[in-house]
């Protein structure tokens, strides 16, 4: 299988923080993902998750997952609210909560599927908080605990003036009226990523888009996960940091942390920190790359696939 199968896992809608006890009962959802597998094995045991940052989708992953694929099935999903996935009816539900609680759907629908004997993950910024949830958590129902994890720029330190460079585009849907041109726009407020040929961005950016019925296209995902990202301040955020830590602190998984060597959301005293406490992640950096490592260019992916496939 050269390129990914889309595939749906139908999941619960959790209530919304501060819903009414009698609130009725939300309508599932479905989540899309992208399933890689050129191993030659339908059912091979070994599954790798790779979960995407906050505005960005499953097809990110392009790149490491066709690699990764040689040797392990791997599942892309589009976070709900981004790319294939439903858009939810509240946006509070967008947070972290609800996507771990797809991601365990997710788990199980692939593991009914075909067993899976072991289990990695690769997150990226938002997904990276996510595998935090799922590895640092011990009353979950995994089909296999989480034996290694990618921590791709991000910990339980997130810097205020990072999220709040991000709040200036997020949830912005401008019009565009070319693919050129979107991508030109999405450079604009992405430079972080670090170096990129036109070819690469550009296949980077083609799936962030859809187009509109009336011609030009937007981004694909729903502008209201801006909406819980708005109602941040700066105390809650710090508050939420001690969670963080407690999750971090119980994963008992294998751990490496990516960081791009400018990166404002990541700082290095946060990655020292972490190297020196739970997991004791090992901590790789990308120079020239801020806020977050694509996981495109050779270097990054030769890491990655170093460590989860022992190559």
Known sequence: MAEPLLKFVECATLPSAGASPDASVAAPHRMAYWEWNNTGNPQHPHVIVCVHGLSRQGRDFDVLARTLSEQARVVCPDVVGRGRSDWLADPMG?????????????LAQVHAGAPVEVLDWVGTSMGGLIGMAIAG???????????RLVLN????????????????????????????QAA???WAVSTGFGPHTPQQWMALSRP???????????????????????????????????????????????????????????????????????????????DRVGHAPTLVADAQVRVVRQFLLDV
Do not use: N
């Not at 330190?157 to 200036?168: E, F, H, M, S």
């Open 208 to 286: 962030m888009l859809k187009a509109l019925p009336g011609g030009g296209w937007t981004l694909h995902y729903d502008p209201a996960i801006a909406v819980p990202f708005g109602q941040m301040d700066k105390a809650g955020s710090e508050q939420g940091e001690a969670v963080l830590w407690r999750l971090y602190d119980a994963i008992r998984a294998r751990t490496l942390l990516l960081r791009g060597a400018q990166s404002d959301l990541l700082l290095a005293e946060t990655a020292k920190a972490m190297a020196g406490r739970g997991p004791e992640a090992r901590c790789v950096e990308f």
């Open 94 to 106: 967008y947070q972290i909560p609800q996507y771990a609680a797809d991601m365990l759907a997710l």
């Open 137 to 147: 958590s011990t009353d979950v129902p995994l089909p296999a605990p989480v034996r």
């Open 153 to 180: 720029d991000v910990g339980p330190v997130i810097q205020w003036d990072a999220l709040q460079r991000i709040g200036t585009y997020l949830g912005k849907m401008p019009r565009f009226e070319s693919v050129e």
């Open 184 to 186: 030109d726009a999405m």
